[in-house]
Structures are given as C-alpha cells and as structure tokens.
DNA sequence: ATTATTAATCGTAATATTGCAATGTAACAA
DNA sequence: TTGTTACATTGCAATATTACGATTAATAAT
C-alpha cells in the first residue's frame, strides 16, 4: 500500500508526521542547516554544498517549501531560499510538544 | 531509486533524518503518545486504540524498538511495551538542537 | 493433550520516495 | 538575436513503505 491511513488520526498527529516527514531525509536536514547557518539566503550553491543533482536539489526545496518551512525569492536568473522564521518557529512549538511529553515518572514496565 | 545516500551527509544529519522519519507515519505518533498517556506499560491495546490490524500495529513497534524508542518486556501469552526514557531523552536533545537554530536575525531575503 | 489467546513473521499488493537525464523556461549578456 | 546561466519540470527506473491476510510461535487455561 505504501499509503497512510491519516482519517483515522487526529490532526494533530498527522500534523507531527508531516512535519517529521519532511526531515526524514539527511537531504532536507542538510538544506534547512546550511540556509540557518548562512543566515541571509542561500541560492545554487547548495547544489555544489550539498553533493546531490540539481533536480534532486530542486525537488527537496520544492517539499520544503510546499510545507512552508523555507521561501524563495527570484532574483534574476537565481533563485534565493531561506528559512521562513514565522512558520518554523510553528513548527517548532509543535514538534517540542511532541518531544516534550513528561519522562520523568518512574514507573516503567521493562 | 528511493534510496538516500545517506553516505553523503555527516552523522548528525542521518541521526536527525532517522529519528524523524521514524516520526513520519502518524501510527507512530499515536503509538507513541499513548504510551506516554498510559505512563504505565501497554500492550495490545494499542491494536484496538488505533485502527489497524494486529501485523501493521506490530511492524510499527519493531520500528520503534529498533531505533531504542521503546522497549518490550514479554507478560505471559502479551507483550508490554513502553517508552525508553533514556534513549528517548537522548534524542529529544539531538532532535531539539536541530528545531531550536537560532532564528532571532533580521536577515531575510524574500 | 487440546484449545484459546497474543503477538511476531511471512508474503504480497498497492503506493510513495529518491535520484537523475533530458528537457523546458525565464532572465540576463553579448 | 543568440547564447548562457540558473532553476524548474517531466519521465522513468530502482527501491522503500504501508497495510493486511495467512501462518507461526509461545504461553496460558481447561
């Protein structure tokens, strides 16, 4: 099947996966670290930082993007990413909560 | 191919994309969350709480074990599972690390 | 011993993901 | 105009993931 059967969970939850989905490839992860590390935006060079085809490159921004986490800006022949602050830090309150669930009980079967 | 070349990327940046692709499946995430819910151990309740078949709850589970999430302590003809806390610390604070850049500059491009 | 219960594993169908060559598109340069 | 540069899109091959029926394995109950 290959298909996840989201009716059957809340929208929290399938919020998380998404989220959790999209970095679930070392690509992305590598995409989303150097545009925070460059801080300003970041154009082609992560097709030569990055050591993966251009249309390889260009799909992963594409999924970045179409979550909302990054934004691009033409500007003459290029195109400049970057982080977009406002959703990420969304997600970021999303995802600690997910990470954050209380741990320190002590009861513990195994 | 969908295969990552995960040969191309530092350490760090296949951990985050392992844990969270692990992440990715909203199963997972209710799994994970009851759990945490239940604080206690639980078992094949989880077949029941979600709605999948006994198989696909349990591949889930294998999943979760593999990558240390959780542990399985057999009970009799049941098995009971919870969260390993220390493991599941340990990659809060690498999951963490990485949702948590500093994104508090000006800097923005689009 | 036989049967029931619980969960893991196997096998397989349906679908998704990854990666890239080839091609398309848009802006700039000469 | 003719290239050139930088990206996006398309199409496809290889592989991975998801889901579940059928089966197996292990223990418990009778």
Sequence with gaps: MGLAKTEMFTEGQNK???????FGHPA???ILQHL???NACVCGDLVNEIG????????HLKELKSLGLIKGNVEGTSVCY????????????IMMEFLDQDVSQDM???
Tied chains: 1, 2.
């Design 82 to 93: 970057c982080i977009d602050k406002k959703n990420w830090t969304a997600m970021k309150t």
């Design 52 to 59: 993966l085809a251009q249309p390889t490159i260009s799909q």
């Design 16 to 22: 998380i996966s998404l989220f959790a989905k999209v």
């Design 36 to 38: 925070f590390k460059m």
């Design 28 to 30: 992305r992860v590598a």
């Design 108 to 110: 513990d079967c195994c």
